[in-house]
């Protein structure tokens, strides 16, 4: 690898700026994978042939976009995103002790179809593409607390269709990765209220009266490759709800 010959054409783009968009396609492509060190700063000069300076400055903004992390004395490292319990921040359930208790997941239809065209402008896809759907019950105890929607490119993600329940487990997005090879970056989630409706499955799956308050929590979650790759729609009951924000 001579020059810069790996970094995008653009010539619009300040270097440092060409060069974070290089190391980002990479780790979309999986060079680096999550959990892995990139090369060492001066390493990554003497590929490219630009100034340490440009490099700390590229690998800034990857840091501040959360595509990467440096750990102190070991190197810079792809970041691997934490969502176990990003959900709980907002839904507070408690288990018969009355510790903090986290749902267990049960799939309970998943198939592949065309995508409501809402799915299909969130997920970015073609007029008539299809996409892969998964309703799922998050439960304590057996007791049904949410509910939750999920839209998925069946493009990238068609082996979850016939993987054994046993191995996608509660946590979907470990189970993206193993099955898929497809890690979630970021997410996005906007928080709205509802009402119960039959439709929607509130009174046979969360036990809830027609027209009883429900908090949706829409997420939006993106690849390394920054293209969307999943939207999901959760459903709770609002009595469950909290919001807690740290201003500083």
Known sequence: MT????????????????????????????????????????????THRVAIGTVRKAIDSLVADGLVERQQGRGTFV???????????????????????????RIRDRRRCRAPDAVRRALELEAGAEALSLLRTRLIGGRPVLSEEIWLPAARFAPLLTAPLTEIGDLLYPAYEAICGEIVARAEETLTVGSATAADGDGDLLGLDEGAPVVLIERLAFGFDNRPIEWRLTRGPAAGFRYHVDIR
């Open 79 to 105: 970041r691997r995103p934490r969502f176990d319990r990003s959900l709980f921040r907002f839904f507070r359930h408690l288990d018969s002790e009355g510790a903090q208790a986290v749902p267990e997941g």
């Open 3 to 46: 020059g810069n010959a790996t970094l995008p054409s653009d010539l619009r783009l300040p270097l440092y700026q060409r060069l974070r968009d290089e190391i980002a396609h990479k780790i979309a492509r999986n060079v680096w994978r999550t959990g892995e060190p990139i090369p060492t700063e001066a390493e990554l000069a003497a």
